[in-house]
């Protein structure tokens, strides 16, 4: 559906987290969420002011208890998704050096993934263009 006037249009700054080990930590959703039971990469809302960055580092701390280095942060990907309800748009940054040990502190379940098997797992439409490019980078 395109985007019109009643359409809300959300900026959320994403984190694809990789651990030393070269797996990708993934998310589900709380069943009464948007897009509810479904996986995800960390990440939120960027508020009005907020650096996208400083938005990823304060989202992934308030969500998983880590820190994450920001000058260790690059861009991934940018994505614009139309749902019937609202407009998304991605804000994707890969994440290689943090400290802490990330933890459902809203009571998600977390899951340390290898990129390959992330298809094994169902993500929302705007996602799947996420898991794309980190299997893309990963061939190369």
Not at 7 to 29: C, E, F, M, S, T
Not at 69 to 80: D, G, M, Q, T, V
Not at 82 to 99: E, G, M, N, Q, R
């Amino acid at each position: 559906m395109p985007n019109t006037a009643a359409n809300k249009r959300v900026h959320v700054a994403v984190g694809v987290i990789r651990n030393p080990l070269g797996d990708i930590l993934i998310a589900r959703r709380a069943n009464e969420a948007h897009q509810g039971g479904l996986w995800e990469f960390p990440g939120g809302k960027v508020d009005a002011g907020e650096g996208v960055c400083e938005a990823l580092a304060r989202e992934l701390n308030e969500e998983l208890g880590i820190y994450i280095e920001l000058a260790s942060c690059r861009s991934l990907i940018e994505i614009n998704h139309d749902y019937s309800d609202k407009t998304v748009f991605l804000d994707v940054w890969l994440v290689t050096k943090f400290s802490g040990e990330a933890v459902g502190r809203e009571g998600q379940p977390l899951r340390w993934v290898s990129p390959k098997s992330l298809s094994d797992y169902v993500f929302p439409a705007a996602n799947v263009a996420i898991v794309e490019a980190i299997q893309c980078a990963e061939t190369v």
